[in-house]
């Protein structure tokens, strides 16, 4: 949530909840709103916005409208597996089991393609200022895709690769985000080693090393001005918090 007062939750019901931090060992429950019995797939918050992605039916979306959360037109595209709000909320990413990376203004914008790739998109992260994506796929890569200027929507401008094989069902735990004010990547690990890639050369900087028979299955970053963090989280429960590699 905005000012990190609290966290917004989608449930395996379709119940979408708020946790709201009274005190420092205190949280409050609220839930917000009832998407539907349908088997959902992923959600996005922003603010006043919430869109959830079905399978079947596309994304419905929801807007805080005079106190009460009020549907809005539906995205009807379907398959859909990985939303992110961008625009400060007027629009939406949306990444496809096919490999189509589209956009859409919010509540009546036009569904336009921006990108088709070879694999299932499983992950979207937008950087701070909003220009382009992190677009994580099936068979170990990543893509950086411009998602704003009109000369660069929807072109790939790096790739961080794992392995050759795109076609490969095989996935890391964790879709790539950014992190260090946006000039590294998080992506992959190696053993235990969470890797660093140089956002712009495409190169991995630096492994973060977990320890022996650690895997690397969650991870967040946090920038804000002077404060840049990295926290991780294993397979085996090892939550570690890091400052992120400097680029040059």
Known sequence: MSDDVGVVSLGRDGVISKWTRTNQNHWQWAKLLDAGKEDSICFTYRRDRIAVAFPRIGVKVWIWIKGTWQPQRSILRQNVTSIQFVEDGEALIGGTSDGVLWHCQVPNGTLRAYTFLKAKVYHLDVNTSGTHALVSQAGGRAHLVGIQQMDHKGKIEQVYAMNGDSSSEQRPSFGAVFAGGCK??????????????????????????????????????????????????????????????MVE
């Open 184 to 245: 590294t990547v998080l992506f992959g690990s190696v053993e235990s080693n969470l890797l660093v890639w140089d956002k712009a050369k495409g190169e991995v900087i630096c492994g973060l090393d977990h320890g022996d028979s650690e895997q690397v299955q969650a991870i967040a970053s946090f920038d804000r001005g002077p404060n840049a963090y990295i926290v991780t989280g294993t397979k085996r429960g090892l939550l570690s918090w890091w400052k992120p590699p």
